[in-house]
């Protein structure tokens, strides 16, 4: 399959912007990514868009106020992982000679929805029993401290170490350093999470240029190469999964590090999809980047912090850049892709020249997760 | 997770579970055909206790009070998503619960012993 290049990034700074149109939110990413990668719109085949919450033609509406049309718009719902999903089909789409100029990118405006928990099936069995997403993360964060001896305040740390890196972030939803006392003492959501373990819900956009690696030598060097674009859904069942293993993620971990030729001590950065405390640390050990159980022993050593072996989450993470559903996995490949290219600020890691980007997807019952998306890129 | 199907549950003590009569293949009472084997036999039998999981408590979910939620493992291998009888405090991960249903809903209490 024929290489694909990420020549161009763009994205918004998360919030609540109730008064921004969905178009308004998304195109001001579009026009960046174009700038970014110096091409015009013409030169774009295809594009594809990632929203949960959008409704129809999320990808038309975004575009059509700045005059891209008529090409082929492909609209992926995969929860949190859509816009990842998105890239993934791209990559695709290029690497079987389909495409040479792609548009990815996710979109989604939850400050429609009014706060509070995002809405679930409600024909799903367990969501009719009162589950939601917090409820469901809280007992896997039950079950891990449970079985590891560990307490709520090591859980509390993630956020601290989230909210610390996020402070470094201009585009962060969430700004400024929080303590732990601070952290612990917030408002309890679903025991044992408080609301700073939480993701917040905003507004946000973030979108790609992805070409093939011959077309993207027209107009730049400095693209980054998508080593693996790993998509895969989990695995259902109606009995017993232990929830501190993240199954599609151990499984796409595996195959995406398989397919690249690498291994955890390979990344030199990563974001992944911190929605609630526990879920770093779950998929710390899913990535390898902790051995089982000794994700907490991970973070209290400042390995996952920057400055350490494998910076998790320099952005600020779900839990401090925020998590805007649809466009939390453009937003995670933005960040990865300026990483490699250095243009990160203060919170950049040095030397960087492979990072992974990783995005779950959606709570329905008899799941880990629904979709799972895993991208690892490399400097060019 | 728990399986699909909540809607079917009958009122009254435990949980039905329906298995495959083709595959043995167990899950909570529902859509008919069997998501291993795809044979629309069943075999109907009642859970009346489990071992629970794991659990949550989310204040003000219900009626302004706690909401009490967790994962119950029944011993015919499905597991089950149940409401927490209060007081909360009872519950720990691995407790042994007695299972019902009432409108759809299930329950969970404490249990001195899963065994019968």
């Known amino acids: ?380 | 997770m728990s399986a699909l199907g909540g809607k079917d549950l009958k009122d009254g003590d435990g949980v039905v579970i329906a298995t495959c009569s083709s595959c043995d293949y167990p899950r909570i009472a529902g859509p008919a055909v069997c998501p291993a084997c795809l044979v629309e036999g069943e075999i109907r039998t009642v859970e009346h206790v489990g071992t629970l999981y794991s659990y949550t408590l989310l204040p003000g979910r219900e009626d302004d009070e706690t909401l009490g939620l967790g994962y119950v493992d029944t011993s015919s291998g499905v597991r089950v998503l149940a409401r927490l009888e209060p007081p909360h405090s009872r519950f720990t991960c691995d407790s042994p619960v007695r299972l019902a249903s009432s409108g759809g809903v299930v329950l969970a209490q404490p249990a001195a012993s899963t065994h019968a």
């Open chain 1, 1 to 380: 399959m024929r290489e694909a290049v990420i020549i161009g990034t763009g994205m918004v700074p998360i919030g609540k912007r109730p008064e921004t149109s969905l178009s308004a939110l998304g195109y001001p990413a579009v026009l960046e990514a174009l700038k970014d990668a110096g091409i015009e719109r013409s030169e774009v085949e295809a594009a594809w868009c990632g929203s949960a919450m959008s409704g129809m033609m999320a990808g038309q509406r975004v575009l059509a106020p700045i005059g891209m049309s008529g090409i082929p718009i492909v609209n992926c719902e995969n929860a949190c992982s859509s816009s990842a999903t998105a890239l993934n089909q791209a990559v695709l789409a290029i690497g079987s000679g389909a495409v040479d100029v792609a548009l990815v990118f996710g979109v989604e405006k939850l400050s429609r929805l009014g706060g509070g928990t995002l809405p679930l099936d409600p024909d799903d069995a367990d969501v009719a029993q009162g589950l939601n997403m917090p409820a469901l993360y809280a007992m896997r964060a039950r079950r891990y401290l449970h079985d590891h001896g560990h307490s709520p305040a090591d859980l509390g740390e993630v956020a601290v170490k989230a909210r610390r890196h996020g402070a470094l972030n201009p585009d962060a939803q969430l700004k400024g350093e929080v303590s732990l006392e601070a952290v612990m003492s917030s408002r309890m959501i679903a025991d044992p999470f408080t609301l700073f373990q939480c993701c917040p819900t905003g507004d946000g956009a973030a979108a790609l240029i992805v070409a093939s690696a011959s077309a993207a030598r027209k107009w730049t060097s400095a693209g980054v190469s998508i080593a693996v674009s790993e998509l895969t859904s989990g695995r259902w069942t109606s009995g017993f999964r232990d929830m501190t293993i993240p199954e599609v993620t151990v499984r796409g971990a595996a195959e995406a590090y398989e397919r690249a030729g690498i291994g955890p001590s390979d990344i030199d950065v990563a974001e992944i999809h911190d929605a609630f405390t526990i879920a770093e640390l779950l998929y710390y050990e899913a990535f390898g980047f902790a051995a089982r159980g000794g994700a907490v022993a991970a973070l209290r050593s400042g390995a996952t912090s920057l400055g350490g072996r494998i910076p998790v989450n320099p952005s600020g993470g779900l839990l401090s850049k925020g998590h805007p559903v649809g466009a939390t996995g453009a937003l995670q490949i933005v960040e990865i892709v300026r990483q490699l290219q250095g243009r990160c600020g203060a919170r950049q890691v040095e030397g960087a020249r492979v990072g992974l980007a990783h995005a779950t997807g959606g709570g329905i019952a008899g799941f880990d997760h629904g979709a799972c998306a895993i991208h690892i890129l490399r400097r060019s």
